[in-house]
C-alpha cells in the first residue's frame, strides 16, 4: 500500500489524483492520453467502471495543469521520466491502458520498469495504435501546418469547429504535433517480449491504423494476447465506454484468477 508521504510532488504532477492508499482488491489503471491530449480525457471514465478499478489519468507536461512545463524531446526521455519520478509508488496491484501515442507509451514503461526489475502492471490495454516494432509509413509531423490540418480532420477526434479555430489551433497544435514526433522518431529497441499479457483494442473504421498493424502487438508478448475491434474511426474508445470497461474488467479478472494470463 502507498503511503500519503511516499507520493512525491513530481509524481503527483504525472497523476494528479493518484491513490495515496487502496483497497486490497482494488487495482488501479493508469491512463495514458493520446497526442495532444491530457488527463482530462479520462474524467468522465471512473463512473463507468466496476468498484474495484480506480482510473488513474496521466497527464504529460506542456498541457492543461503543466501547461509551463517544457515536452520531452524524445519518447524514451518521456518514459524514463515517468520510471523516475514513480520510483517505488506503484500501487500492489496495477494496469496500463493507453489510447494512440499513449498506447506506445504506455508499452514502452512497462519494457523499462521490467528492466529495471521494478513492479509491473497486471495487464496491458492498447488501443488504436500500430504496433512500434512496425516500420512507420508516413512522417506526419514533417507536414505543413496546414497539411497536418487536414491530417488531423482524418482521425475524426477534434470537432470541425476547433480545427477551423485559428488562436485555438495556434496554441494546440505545436503541441499535437510535437506528439506525432516523438512517436514517429521513436526507435524501437529489439528485445525479448514482454511477460505482461496484452488487450488490443482497434476502430472498425479507423483507417490510420489497420487491423494487421494492431495484430503486430501479438509479437510483443509471450503471455495472452487478445484483441477486441469496436465499430468506430480512430478515437472509437471514448464512444464505446462501457463496452470498454467491461472488457477491461473481463481481462482484470482473468489475470487474477491465471497469474497475469
Not at 220 to 244: A, E, M, Q, W
Request: charged share 20%; net charge negative; glycine share 6%.
Amino acid at each position: 500500500m502507498v503511503r500519503e508521504t511516499d507520493v512525491s510532488l513530481n509524481l503527483r504532477r504525472w497523476c494528479p489524483n493518484f491513490p495515496a492508499s487502496n483497497k486490497v482488491d482494488s487495482i488501479v489503471l493508469f491512463c495514458f492520453p493520446f497526442a495532444g491530449g491530457g488527463a482530462s480525457a479520462f474524467s468522465n471514465w471512473a463512473a463507468s467502471f466496476a468498484y474495484n478499478i480506480t482510473i488513474c489519468p496521466i497527464q504529460y507536461p506542456g498541457r492543461e495543469n503543466r501547461w509551463s512545463e517544457p515536452g520531452f524531446d524524445r519518447l524514451s526521455a518521456l518514459v524514463d521520466g515517468l520510471a523516475d519520478d514513480f520510483a517505488d509508488c506503484w500501487p500492489s496491484r496495477f494496469a496500463f491502458l493507453g489510447h494512440s501515442f499513449g498506447a506506445v507509451v504506455a508499452y514502452e514503461l512497462a519494457r523499462t520498469l521490467t528492466q529495471r526489475r521494478h513492479p509491473t502492471p497486471l495487464r496491458l490495454f492498447l488501443s488504436g495504435a500500430r504496433s512500434p516494432h512496425l516500420p512507420h509509413k508516413e512522417q506526419v509531423h514533417k507536414l505543413s501546418d496546414q497539411e497536418f490540418l487536414t491530417k488531423l480532420r482524418q482521425y475524426n477526434g477534434v470537432p470541425a469547429e476547433l480545427l477551423d479555430h485559428h488562436d485555438f489551433m495556434a496554441v494546440v497544435l505545436p503541441i499535437i504535433k510535437h506528439d506525432f514526433q516523438l512517436f514517429e522518431e521513436h526507435c524501437f529497441q529489439d528485445g525479448n517480449p514482454l511477460e505482461i499479457p496484452i488487450s488490443v483494442f482497434g476502430g472498425l473504421q479507423d483507417a490510420n491504423v489497420p487491423i494487421a498493424d494492431l495484430l503486430g502487438w501479438s509479437a510483443l508478448t509471450n503471455k495472452t494476447f487478445r484483441t477486441r475491434f469496436l465499430k468506430g474511426h480512430h478515437f472509437f474508445l471514448f464512444d464505446s465506454l462501457p463496452s470498454i470497461a467491461t472488457y477491461v474488467k473481463e481481462d482484470l479478472d482473468a489475470c487474477s484468477l491465471n497469474d497475469r494470463g
